[in-house]
């Protein structure tokens, strides 16, 4: 269990929509798509239907500052047999970067890479109160590309299971291309929180909407709230 998993889910039953993708930048081939990841009936670039206005929204603030610059999708809707694969891909690519295998692990080996795996995946849970975020279609992986549809750095790839993926991790760091990764996770954080989205404070590409963790972030951050989730897992 996570901290955002003690807040209620009421689900308000909006549905799941495609994202107008001809309006963003889109990371393609998806990459858990790539890797046989098992999509169901919705593709990977579904959201609640009223999140698509608020990351339209996002992109214009990020307009009125570059008006050539985008929101790029890495990832959205995730059903929990996507997070199950994931996770167990992640663990299995853990073992192999180490030069390790699973047969041989001691009991501490395992659960350190374990650890680590969970840092930056949620736990694919089938639980109706506990639901991984991108299973409720209301949580959303995205950088920025600039003008020339080119990705902007921001000091380290989506997903790398690393304290470089901590959204403050460059913020202490006065060389010049660390000032400049951290203003870019700044902007991006800055347009996206803008439109109503919370960040994730281990990802500084995982944002999220009406969500648990939303919630959670918005009811730490306003005392008395108590808000609680319109968003549960999508069946
Ligand atoms: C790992 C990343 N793509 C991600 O989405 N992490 C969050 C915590 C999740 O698994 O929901
Ligand atoms: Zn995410």
Redesign the pocket.
């Known amino acids: 269990m996570r901290p955002y998993h003690q807040i209620p889910i009421i689900e308000c039953g909006e549905p799941l929509v495609e994202i107008p993708l001809e309006l963003f930048a889109v990371e393609s081939p998806h990459p858990y798509e790539k890797l046989g990841a098992p999509y169901g009936e919705h593709s990977p670039y579904f959201l609640r239907k009223s999140l698509i206005s608020n990351l339209k929204e996002a992109q214009n603030h990020l307009q009125r500052i570059h008006p050539n610059w985008h929101i790029q999708i890495f990832?959205a809707y995730r059903p929990v047999a996507v997070?199950q694969f994931m996770v167990d891909y992640s663990f299995a690519q853990a073992l192999q970067e180490r030069g390790l295998i699973e047969a041989q692990l001691s009991s501490s080996k395992r659960q350190e890479i374990w650890e680590a795996v969970y840092e930056?995946?949620?736990v694919p849970s089938k639980e109706e109160k506990t639901p991984?975020?991108?299973s409720t279609g209301a949580?959303v992986?995205v950088t920025l590309v600039d003008d020339n549809r080119q990705v902007v750095d921001m000091g380290s790839p989506?997903?790398e299971m690393s304290e470089r993926s901590l959204p403050d991790y460059f913020a202490n760091n006065s060389e010049l291309e660390a000032q400049q990764y951290h203003a870019h996770r700044q902007l991006l954080h800055d347009v996206m929180l803008k439109a109503g989205f919370q960040r994730?404070p281990?990802?500084w590409w995982?944002f999220s909407l009406g969500d648990q963790m939303c919630c959670w972030l918005n009811n730490q951050l306003i005392p008395g709230s108590s808000l609680t989730a319109r968003y549960g897992r999508v069946v």
């Open positions: 990832d997070q930056i995946w949620a991984p975020p991108h949580a992986d989506i997903d994730n281990r990802e995982h």
